[in-house]
C-alpha cells in the first residue's frame, strides 16, 4: 500500500526524474520534453516551498499492491501558492503505478491539506491525457483566465501528444473540510454503523409493515452511509463483497473497515444478534468508536451500553407529532407554516364516516397509520377513487388493521415543475444541543416515498428560511423531551407560499444518508455536490453476484467519465425474483445529477435485453428458458457466481480501500 509522507530536502533531483518519466509517459516528442523540462523542474527548496508530498511503496508495487524491498517514491504532488486561491501545480505518477490509485489518493491528499490551510480554489491546468483523471475526481472544468489570483500560466504550451491536440485542461476545484454537523454527528471519528432497520420498525408492531420485514433488511444496506467514516457495518443479511470493495474506493474508507453481515437473516433483532456473540459484542463495543444505528430501541441500548427511555420515540407517532406542531405553531412565528386537520379514528366506522363525509364534500384524504413508514400506510384518495373502488366501507376494507388517522389532503403547487415534498433534517447530539443539516427535496409518489435530493439551491428560495427555521423549533422541543438523535421534518408545500408539516421521523432516513455522501464527496471532492438517492431502480434481469458486481464497477465508470459518482446504495434487491437496486448519484450540478440518473437506470434495465437478444438467437423450435445464473456471467465475461443468500454470517475487512 502507497503512503505520503511530506518530500525531503534533496530529493529535488529524483523527483524532477519521475515527473519527466511520468511526462514522457504519454508518448510526447524529445524535443517538447526537452523545451518543458525548466518549467517541470523541481528546484532545491521546493520540497517545502511547494508542499510536495510524496507517495512512497515497497519496490516492485504498483498502486496498491505491496512489493519487495526498500521503499521507492510511485507519485507526488504539490500545492503551490497561499491562501485562499493556489494551484495544484505538480501532480505525477511513475509510469509502472499509472492505473493503481496513486493520483487519487495524492489528489484527495492536496484537497485535504488545502482545505486545512484555508484555499477555497486550486486551478489545475493539467496535461490534456489527464483531463478524464481529474474530471473523475470531481474537478469542474474552468475558463478562468485571470493571473491575479494564483499567478501566471505555468509551463509551456505541450507539442500534440498521442490523441491529444496539445493543449492543457484547466480545471478548478473548492477544497472544503468536513462540514460541521458531520464531525458533530459522531465527534470527528469513525463510527461502527448497525442497520437495525427491522428492529426499529418491530417495537411499533404497526400492521401496514411486513412481517417478515423483507423491505427493512433490504434497506438496512443504507447503514454503508450511517456517518461519513465506517469503522464496522453491523448488516442482518449478507451483502456482496465486491459492493463493499466499491464503496470503500469511492468513499476513501480506511482500510481494515470491518463487515458483520448475515447476522439476522429472518429475525428482525440484529442488536440481540450481536449481543447473542460476546466476542463480536466485545469487540465492536471496546473500539472507543461510537455506534450509529438507524434508530433507537431498547435492544441497541443494551448494546451500546446507553439509557433506555421508551418515551424519547413518542413523537415517531404521526399523531402525537401533529400535536406537536399545533403546539408549536399557537406559539406564533411561523406565519409560513399551516398545519393540515387531522383527525384519529379508532374504529373501521369512524374511519369510513369520516371518509364518506369528505368525499361527499369533494374533499381529497389522506389515510394514515400510526407507525406506517415509507408509505407503507398511507393512502391518497381522491373523491372519484373512492367511488371507483365502491365507497368509503370498501376503501377502509382492504387497509390494515389498527387505528387510523383521516388527514386533510394538501394539494400542493400547481406548477408540477415545483417541489412539492420538502424534510428538514438536523440531529440532537447527547448534550441536547440541535444541530442542523439542511432541507431536501423527496420524490413522493401516491404518499410513498422513492428518493431525495440535497444540494445547493434544492429547496425553493421562498421556502427555505421557514422550512429551516419550524425544523429548529421541532428539533429543540425534541431535545427537551429528552429525544437524543437524528430526526427529520417532512413537509408539503401547499401552492401558495406554505408548508404543511405532516410527520417526524426520529431515525435516519433515506434524505438523511444523502446528506452524509454529500458531506463526505464535498470533503473528498470539493464543495457544491448534488446528491440523489433513488430507492428503486429496476434491473433488466436478475443477476448472479458477480455479474451485478460488473454492471455496478461498469456505472461507476460511465458516471465517473462524466465527473458525476455512482453508488450502489441497497445491492441485495438485486437478487430478489424482481430485481431491483437502491443507488446514489452525485454530481456537481443539477443537469449533470439527473443526466447521471438517467445513464444508471438506462443501463439497469439494458441488462435484460442482453438475454432477449440471446433468446431470439435460438434456433428455431427451441424451447425458451430462463438464462441460468453461469449463462448470466457469460454474458457479461465474469466468473462463477457466488449466490448472496447462501453464505453464512461473515467478517469482511477491507483492505486498502484507498488503492483498490
Known sequence: MAELRAARAGEAAELTRLVMRSKAHWGYGAEFLAACAPELRIGPGDEVRRRIVVAEGAAGAVGSRPGEGPAVVLGLASLDGEPPFGRLGLLFVEPAAIGGGVGRLLYRDVLRRAAGLGFRRLLIDADPHAAGFYRAMGAMASSSESESESGPESGPEPEPGPGADGRLVRFEVAPVPLAGWARAWTGGGAAVHVGNVAEYNAQFADASLDREQRAAHHYACLAAFYSPRPAALVLPRPVPPGWISLLGRQLDWPAGMEVYDGLAERDPGLSQAVRDRPALAARLTGTGAPLVPWGLTAPFARLARRPWRPDELRYESKSAAHGLFGRILAEGGHPAITLPAQWRADTRWAAVRLLASRTRAGESTVLKSEHGVGGSGTTVLTPERVRAAGGARAVVRTLPRGPLLVEEYVRGPADPAEPRDLTYDGFVDAGGRVHEVGGAVMDVADGGY????????????????????????????????????????????????????????????????????????????????????????ELGARLPEAAFGELCERLSRRCAAMGAVFLPAIPTGAFEPAPWMGALVAAAGRELLDAAERVVRAEALSVGAMFERADEAQPAGSAARAPSRAAADACLGTGAATDAGSRSSSSKTLSGGRET
Open 450 to 537: 422513492r428518493g431525495a435530493t440535497v444540494g445547493p439551491g434544492v429547496v425553493p428560495g421562498w421556502a427555505e428560511e421557514p422550512l429551516l427555521a419550524f425544523g429548529r423549533a421541532v428539533g429543540t422541543e425534541l431535545s427537551a423531551a429528552g429525544y437524543r438523535g437524528w430526526f427529520d421534518v417532512d413537509f408539503v408545500a401547499d401552492g401558495a407560499g406554505r408548508l404543511a408539516p405532516t410527520e417526524t421521523n426520529l431515525r435516519l432516513t433515506g434524505p438523511s444518508v444523502a446528506f452524509v455522501v454529500a458531506a463526505r464527496l464535498d470533503e473528498l471532492r470539493g464543495a457544491g455536490h448534488f446528491v440523489r438517492i433513488a430507492d428503486r431502480v
